[in-house]
């Protein structure tokens, strides 16, 4: 090899890592760039994001009205949450690019809420919520040693896997004979697009190939008729105010208030695996400390949504898988897109013309988005040494998880707060999967002493609890040593 060739070999792997440093968690990308990838992340989400208002609006029988009203609280508060989580204040956001919509979880006790105690006590006990969350984050974020990598990589191929279903119902569009052929033409044709952009595209343009999936879809989808739905931008407003307490005073029942608080505790486990899963994603692991802050974030977030109308606040999944197919790790990105739906909530106009995306359209893209996240965990699980036990503990995990996504009226028989954490496959699978891993491993294994008692594997997950970002991670937690030496303790 000349001297030549060592130079040229020399300043390639100094360029490389020159793109490394570029793309980091902290960096804050030029506007060229920021724009785009924030509108990105807006478009992943904003169908789920406006889905539970529409469900629970309607559900309560109201009008038009209120339900324009209700959708506009919910992104604006949506953007607040997102840049509280993203970009951080005190002991409030996770510092991770983290998207913040209203979860699903609460969808069945909010509607019962409402229709047995009035939406007053629907924003009093969404308050009542907000403050567990906040007030019982730091000792929640102490639940981090239960999530070694055998749990995370579990949980995270859950999150995508029960997402799928999102994606199936956005190209089923709501047709109870089966999705028509003419959407399952356009959602692989917009899955298509991502996928030749990402083979083809030049790295510009890879990074927003979602969003370029999303918009050329939708053009296409103009040569259908009726399949773009953009009759209510010319009744929407231009501008809009989203004032508190809008439905009158929160009212708070003690067992509306109970329910929502279960309800919390779902929330919260659901973050964590999307907060773990992130983490890894970006390589910057999630500690104690980083955690709780995150977790009180989304307090913060349900608190807000009682006062301005709307509903508890959770990570989205979706976006974490953006997170991953993208490659783009700058949380300034997820600040960008929480300006963007503080904009959406505050101008009617705008947020109808991105409702007339084609759901079709949408599931495409959500194919992609959700089985990058599936990727992501089997990526953690690749971590795992593998024996019967491991094995056991991920299909019993993914088994259960999944039982509501194939079979969703499974538990209707079963007491509602039994349907708030099963309902919902990432929280029963979270829940089986950390308690079939103490089961199994929760001793020191004779045959491979380099396995540790609790944790079956060595990795960025374990690592988190000593990282100095998750400073007082875990007291009298073991010492993470080389890879071929075993833990201590």
């Known amino acids: 090899m000349t001297q030549t060739d060592i130079d040229e070999k020399l300043e390639k792997k100094a360029a490389r890592k020159a793109r490394a440093s570029a793309n980091t968690v902290d960096t804050v990308p030029p506007l060229t760039r920021l724009f785009p990838l924030g509108l990105q992340h807006v478009l992943a989400m904003y169908a789920g994001a406006i889905a539970v208002p529409l469900i629970v609006g309607g559900a309560l029988g109201y009008g038009a009205e209120d339900l324009a009203f209700l959708i506009s609280a919910d992104l604006f508060v949506a953007g607040i949450a997102t ?72 949980v995270i191929l859950i999150i995508g896997l029960s997402l799928m279903r999102v994606a199936a119902g956005w190209i089923v569009d709501g047709n109870e004979d089966g999705a028509s052929p003419i959407n399952v033409l356009y959602a692989a044709a917009t899955l298509l697009i991502i996928i030749l952009i990402e083979r083809f595209g030049p790295p510009a343009l890879q990074r927003v190939s979602v969003l370029m999936g999303l918009v050329l879809g939708t053009i296409a989808s103009l040569l259908v008729p009726g399949m773009v739905d953009w009759s209510g931008v010319a009744d929407a407003g231009w501008f809009a105010v989203v004032t508190p307490f809008h439905f009158g005073a929160p009212t708070f029942s003690v067992a509306a208030v109970v329910s929502m608080l279960i309800v919390g505790i779902v929330i919260m486990t659901e973050t964590t695996g999307d907060m773990i899963a992130v983490g890894e994603i970006v390589e910057k692991p999630v500690g104690r400390r980083q955690l709780a802050d995150g977790l009180r974030a989304d307090g913060l977030g349900t608190v807000l949504g009682g006062i301005f109308n709307t509903f508890p606040y959770t990570a989205f999944a979706q976006n974490v898988g953006l997170v991953s197919l993208t490659g783009v790790r700058s949380r300034y990105v997820a600040t960008m897109a929480g300006g963007m739906l503080v904009v959406l909530g505050l101008i009617p106009k705008v947020a109808a013309v991105v409702e007339g995306v084609p759901r079709a359209v949408l599931g495409g893209a959500g194919i992609a988005l959700f089985g990058m996240v599936a990727a992501s965990g089997i990526r953690t699980l690749t971590k795992v ?105």
């Open 83 to 154: 840049i509280v989580q993203s970009t951080g204040f005190w002991r409030f956001g996770v510092r991770l690019p983290l998207m913040q919509g209203v979860t699903f979880a609460a969808v069945a006790p909010l509607i019962t809420i409402g229709q047995t105690s009035g939406i007053q006590a629907v924003f009093g006990a969404t308050i009542a919520c907000g403050l567990f969350m906040v007030l019982i984050a730091p000792f929640f974020s102490q639940l981090l040693r239960f999530f070694p990598p055998i749990v995370t990589g579990t």
């Open 385 to 489: 040494k593998f024996d019967n036990r491991n094995v056991l503990v991920v299909a019993v995990a993914v088994g259960i998880a999944l039982l509501p996504t194939v079979a969703p009226t499974i538990y209707d028989q079963f007491p509602i707060w039994f349907r708030q954490i099963f309902d919902s496959g990432i929280s029963a699978g979270a829940i089986a999967a950390i308690l079939l891993n103490l089961l199994l491993n929760s001793h020191q294994r004779e045959d491979d002493p380099e396995i540790s008692a609790h944790d079956a594997v060595r990795g960025p997950a374990a690592a988190a609890l000593t990282h100095p970002d998750g400073a007082g991670a875990l007291v009298g937690a073991p010492e993470i040593k080389d890879e071929g030496t075993p833990k201590e303790g």
